[in-house]
């Protein structure tokens, strides 16, 4: 027990009122801190509850972007024409509001009024810019109902908010690859706010990667009649736009149909028919699925968009050639033309009045060479994926004479070959070797003002006497898009005739995942995956990794 006397205990009291009263300031200076370091870290966690309640509603507004661009796409909108982009005015067209529907860099948050801008894919798997992206955002006018946010758990849900999306990115198709079909690739930045613009939450960015269908997607297309005789096999799509009703079969008498399939044309599991107008005649044995009259007309327009871009490209990648238009005012029919053959990987050129030059490279796997002139392929093997193309401007349409069979011994995976003519591609019976020296064609055929044929002068209505007559089996095997169906049988009223008494078309599947370079798009598309995108990857350094994205 303590005993104290009371002045001491006086003193004692006083020293431990001061530490108390230290104390106490200490004590109320902690609480102070701790009060407002719990305050800052209940706001702090609000915020972030709320940033994260606001990402879940941007989430809607994703898949709103998917369906929308895909709408878009379909509709033209965003084309290789434009770099795929979309303006104020695409936008607007997209929604019943109109006008309403369109952000301007006015009304989008200031972190968002920077976009990335469009990318070309270049010399070794890089990406070269390739031009600005509008500054502009599809305005959602609603986002969750209170219903929805308690299905998806977003507390606080806050229903005047506003959903928003943006393309941030966009990559366009990669000639060179075998394994993205052409794909072109959006980064779409989506986020919610008011509707003045004046804050947006955190961004969800998507990466949504669509797939073009291109002429090679069918057996055969054409703007005009087809008619397959008995005994003909379809093993894949079929259209027909319908412009032209009148059959070459029956002296070019108008029929009411746009496809016509006798009995005894028969259907693989790959086979269909649609129109875009007119009607479809099967016979009792085709057994071809069909759609008539889609009003999805399949335009030729986008050939020389292909066309433009092998020549920009001719200029800058080492596996794309361009020979020149020659002067032929003064020449005799395809004394102008030049000539090239294949063999393995190489090729080889004779230009007009020359000799034949040095084999060169066709690339590795995505070469191309551009004729600014017709040119008549002599034959032989392209063991990699090749297009060659014919383009005259304005001179007329150029057009491919093929005088000798042509990728007949390639089978392997992803080494096809493609032909492209502004006007027709003619099967040439007098070839250098001899009247009917063809008999194989592997590739996919596109002839934009023209048809498949064999030379026209041989298919008159006046009688010819002595013209060539092919009894061999005639095979392509690959696709034909062509502005009139193929004609390479022509018969006159007194029973002779001339071209190909026996004519098989086969489609290539393996167009679908090695469609030749440049090869036109037909304007239907699909998106083959979404997913959320890594921000180092659409923005940061790592953009140019190929393990990214």
């Not at 809607?60 to 895909?70: D, E, F, I, N």
């Not at 706010?193 to 804050?199: D, K, L, T």
């Not at 327009?301 to 794309?320: E, F, K």
């Amino acid at each position: 027990m303590w005993t104290v006397s009371e002045p001491r205990r006086q003193v004692a009291r006083t020293g431990e009122q001061g530490v108390i009263l230290i104390w106490a300031i200490i004590a109320i200076a902690v609480m102070a801190v701790v009060a407002v370091t719990f305050s800052m870290l209940s706001n702090g966690t609000i915020e972030r509850s709320k940033s994260k309640s606001e990402r879940a509603l941007s989430y809607p507004h994703v898949q709103s972007s998917v369906t929308k661009l895909g709408v878009a796409l379909q509709a033209d909108l965003a084309s290789d024409t434009d770099n795929y982009g979309l303006s104020a005015a695409d936008l607007a067209t997209l929604g019943p509001a109109g006008a309403a529907n369109v952000a301007t860099a006015a009304g989008i948050p200031t972190q968002f009024r920077t976009v990335g801008g469009v990318y070309r894919h270049g010399p070794g798997s890089t990406f070269v810019y390739a031009g600005a992206l509008p500054v502009v955002a599809y305005h959602e006018t609603a986002s969750l109902t209170s219903a929805q946010c308690a299905a998806l758990g977003v507390t606080p849900c806050d229903t005047s908010l506003h959903g928003f999306w943006q393309i941030y990115r966009v990559e366009l198709p990669d000639v060179a690859s075998t394994t993205s079909i052409g794909q072109v690739v959006y980064y779409v930045r989506t986020w919610v706010g008011p509707a003045s613009g004046s804050y947006g939450s955190d961004a969800t960015v998507v990466r949504i990667a669509t797939r073009p269908g291109r002429f090679a997607d069918y057996q055969l297309i054409s703007d005009g009649t087809v008619h397959f005789r008995a005994g003909a096999k379809i093993n894949g799509p079929v259209h027909s736009n319908g412009f032209d009703t009148a059959d070459p079969a029956t002296g070019g008498v108008s029929t009411p149909y746009a496809i016509k399939a006798e009995p005894g044309v028969n259907c693989s599991s790959d086979g269909s028919l649609t129109t875009a107008r007119k009607t479809i005649v099967t016979g009792a044995s085709s057994g071809c699925p069909k759609q008539e009259n889609t009003n999805r007309y399949i335009t030729f327009l986008r050939v020389q968009t292909q066309l433009d871009d092998m020549a920009a490209d001719a200029a800058t990648r080492p596996d794309v050639y361009m020979y020149p238009t020659v002067d032929n005012t003064a020449l005799a029919p395809l004394e102008h033309a030049y000539h090239i053959q294949f063999s393995g990987g190489s090729f080889r050129v004779k230009p007009p009045f020359g000799g034949w030059g040095g084999w060169q490279s066709a690339g590795s796997g995505a070469g191309a060479v551009l004729f600014k002139d017709d040119v008549i392929v002599e034959g032989g093997d392209m063991t990699t994926r090749f297009t060659v193309a014919a383009s005259r401007p304005n001179e007329g349409s150029a057009s491919i004479y093929i005088r000798g069979n042509v990728n007949a011994n390639v089978t392997a995976p992803g080494k096809t070959l493609g032909l492209i003519a502004q006007g027709n591609v003619v099967i040439d019976m007098q070839g250098t070797v001899g009247a009917c020296n063809v008999t194989m064609v592997r590739a996919a055929i596109v002839a934009a003002a023209g048809g498949v044929t064999i030379p026209p002068e041989y298919a008159t209505q006046q009688i010819q006497t002595g013209q060539p007559r092919c009894g061999t089996e005639f095979v392509i095997d690959g696709s034909i898009a062509a502005h009139r169906p193929p004609l390479l049988y022509w018969k006159w009223v007194d029973g002779t005739w001339t071209g190909y008494d026996d004519r098989r078309y086969k489609w290539d599947k393996r167009l679908i995942n090695a469609t030749p370079p440049y090869f036109p798009l037909t304007g239907s598309w699909q998106a083959t995956s979404v997913r959320e995108a890594n921000i180092d990857c659409y923005a940061g350094g790592r953009k140019l990794d190929a393990n990214c994205g």
